[in-house]
């Protein structure tokens, strides 16, 4: 690739990307679930029902099913019963991936905008985040909520960066897209985009 701008933002998902937050999530869960008088799921399966943020992992972990919904009054005593546990156990397990503080570090030292980009409740990010020593008054925190006004899917790239490109004075000329998440070396990754963006 040739001629492109200097790169001033990276964007980097939460959950499975910088951090596996699987087992405070699968505690909570099943606190929730223990609310209800239901026995406790293993952490890998809890773990397959987060991806959608809070409210589908409720559904999700009450059920038991990928697909599974309760009706609303039963949502919302489970809602709030998950909040509270999760409240509680937010960044206890929680483990930041090898590697990850380094390649933030390498992104500040560039002078590049970072933001971490989430469909996980700000009332539990902030703190998430601070916990796990990865909050820095040189990033920032984008609520995909924020962004459009209510519930939409954390892998809408296009509207994102739309969204960004309107707020921010970051001009972002390509996304560098992975699966989903679970990057599996971020400091490979932003090495790579930083050799990109030099090249003029």
């Known amino acids: 690739m040739t001629d492109l701008p200097q790169i001033r933002g990276v964007l ?26 239901l026995p406790a ?17 409720v559904h999700r972990a009450l059920t038991g099913d990928l697909d599974g919904r309760v009706d609303d009054a039963t ?11 999760y409240h509680a156990v937010n960044g206890t397990h ?11 570090e390498l992104l500040h030292s560039k002078g590049l905008k970072v ?8 009332e539990f990010t902030v703190p998430l985040l601070e916990r796990l020593a990865l909050a820095s008054p040189r990033a920032f925190v984008l609520r995909v ?3 459009f006004g209510g519930p939409h899917p954390k892998g809408s790239v296009d509207r994102i960066l739309a969204s960004l490109k309107q707020a921010l004075p970051v001009r ?13 070396d971020l400091v490979a990754l932003v090495a790579r985009l930083l050799q990109l963006g030099r090249r003029r």
Do not use: W
């Open 75 to 85: 949502f919302g005593r489970a809602r709030a019963a998950f909040y509270r546990h």
């Open 41 to 57: 799921l293993p952490v890998a399966r809890i773990a397959a029902f987060v991806g959608k943020g809070a409210e589908v992992l």
């Open 115 to 122: 933001a971490c980009v989430t469909n996980k409740p700000r």
């Open 94 to 104: 929680a483990a930041v991936f090898e590697r990850v503080p380094q390649a933030l």
């Open 145 to 147: 909520e924020s962004l």
């Open 12 to 37: 980097i998902d939460l959950d499975g990307t910088l951090m596996d937050t699987a087992p405070d999530l699968s505690a909570a869960a099943n606190a929730m679930r223990a609310d209800f008088g």
């Open 172 to 184: 972002v000329f390509a996304d560098r897209t992975v699966s989903p998440t679970y990057v599996p």
